[in-house]
């Protein structure tokens, strides 16, 4: 970690919106917040490490992450097998757990089986990869995120544009931070979550974006196995509809900004909405 960045870092711990009540900016919290963490890279994941190390300055942490690799899990819940739960760090502040389910049942059951009371905030990632535009809907890492805020709990989802296993999380948690700290200064809409990608490299600032409108090209290879069995194994490329477009999230990555973007999760198309009351069914 940079000079600079681990100062800034050590300094969060003085400020005094760490003890803002979520629900009342006046209201001063009795004890210290408690912050859910969750991915969908695993509970062995760099990033999730990274993560928890900063949001640890700020408040209690408990980390119910899966225990492997969950990515694309989007909003899925597991219905159909019993769901493992093992905690593998109890200390003074900090627990973490491993489950075998899905982002979104690590949330679950984090606040129907594990804490008693509702976390403060809901904090997934950080991502190994982006999850700009579209991908959005794919992600376990958002999927945590929504679950929280569907519970009415400030929830983000922090991704980085590094996929490497090794990945350089250094700069990156000094936005994970920044970003931390104006949600907990400002709250959130209820059912608004936050979706926070940052680049790879060195790091301008930070915009709040739109999504970008692109969708992910399926290409799939047909392959056979040493059984002479037929498989498929998914590869593609994303395909951005507005390549020259500002204010969007693929934009500020591609110039070297941070991106937040604002996510409902009320999908209702309203303008839609609208019109569609004239239609004769």
Same mark, same amino acid.
């Given at each position: 970690m940079l000079k600079t960045d681990y100062f800034f870092? #050590?300094?969060?711990?003085?400020?005094?919106?760490? +003890?803002?009540?979520?629900?009342?900016?006046?209201?001063?919290?009795?004890?210290?917040?408690?912050?859910?963490?969750?991915?969908?890279?695993?509970?062995?994941?760099? %990033?999730?490490?990274?993560?928890?190390?900063?949001?640890?300055?700020?408040?209690?942490?408990?980390?119910?992450?899966? =225990?492997?690799?969950?990515?694309?899990?989007?909003?899925?819940?597991?219905? =159909?097998?019993?769901?493992?739960?093992?905690?593998?760090?109890? $200390?003074?502040?900090?627990?973490?757990?491993?489950?075998?389910?899905?982002?979104?049942?690590?949330?679950?059951?984090?606040?129907?089986?594990?804490?008693?009371?509702?976390?403060?905030?809901?904090?997934?990632?950080?991502?190994?990869? /982006?999850?700009? /535009?579209?991908?959005?809907? +794919?992600?376990?890492?958002?999927?945590?995120?929504? $679950?929280g805020c569907i519970h009415g709990i400030p929830s983000?989802?922090?991704?980085?544009?590094?996929?490497?296993?090794?990945?350089?999380?250094?700069?990156?948690?000094?936005?994970?931070?920044?970003?931390?700290?104006?949600?907990?200064?400002?709250?959130?809409?209820?059912?608004?979550?936050?979706?926070?990608?940052?680049? #790879?490299? =060195?790091?301008?600032?930070?915009?709040?974006?739109?999504?970008?409108?692109?969708?992910?090209?399926?290409?799939?290879?047909?392959?056979?196995?040493?059984?002479?069995?037929?498989? +498929?194994?998914?590869?593609?490329?994303?395909?951005?509809?507005?390549?020259?477009?500002? %204010?969007?999230?693929i934009t500020a990555l591609e110039n070297g900004y941070? /991106?937040?973007?604002?996510?409902?999760? =009320?999908?209702?198309?309203?303008?839609? +909405? $609208?019109?569609?009351?004239?239609?004769?069914?």
């Open positions: 870092l #050590k300094k969060i711990l003085s400020v005094t919106f760490i +003890y803002l009540c979520v629900h009342s900016k006046k209201e001063v919290m009795s004890e210290r917040p408690l912050i859910l963490i969750s991915n969908d890279d695993g509970v062995s994941a760099k %990033g999730l490490k990274e993560l928890t190390e900063v949001m640890r300055l700020f408040g209690d942490v408990v980390v119910v992450a899966p =225990d492997g690799h969950r990515s694309g899990m989007s909003n899925a819940i597991t219905v =159909d097998h019993p769901i493992r739960l093992t905690k593998t760090v109890d $200390e003074d502040g900090f627990q973490v757990y491993k489950c075998s389910g899905t982002p979104v049942d690590c949330v679950k059951l984090a606040f129907n089986q594990l804490l008693d009371r509702y976390p403060d905030f809901v904090v997934s990632g950080i991502n190994h990869g /982006s999850n700009s /535009s579209i991908s959005v809907v +794919y992600s376990g890492t958002m999927g945590a995120a929504l $679950e983000i989802g922090f991704s980085l544009n590094d996929y490497e296993h090794e990945a350089d999380f250094s700069r990156a948690k000094i936005y994970v931070a920044r970003v931390f700290q104006q949600v907990a200064e400002n709250g959130l809409p209820p059912f608004v979550c936050l979706n926070v990608n940052i680049p #790879k490299g =060195d790091i301008k600032g930070v915009k709040v974006c739109r999504q970008t409108s692109g969708k992910w090209v399926e290409e799939f290879d047909k392959r056979t196995d040493p059984h002479k069995r037929e498989y +498929y194994w998914m590869a593609g490329f994303f395909q951005n509809f507005e390549e020259e477009a500002e %204010g969007t999230d941070v /991106s937040v973007v604002p996510v409902n999760a =009320d999908m209702t198309c309203y303008q839609t +909405y $609208e019109s569609m009351k004239n239609w004769r069914f």
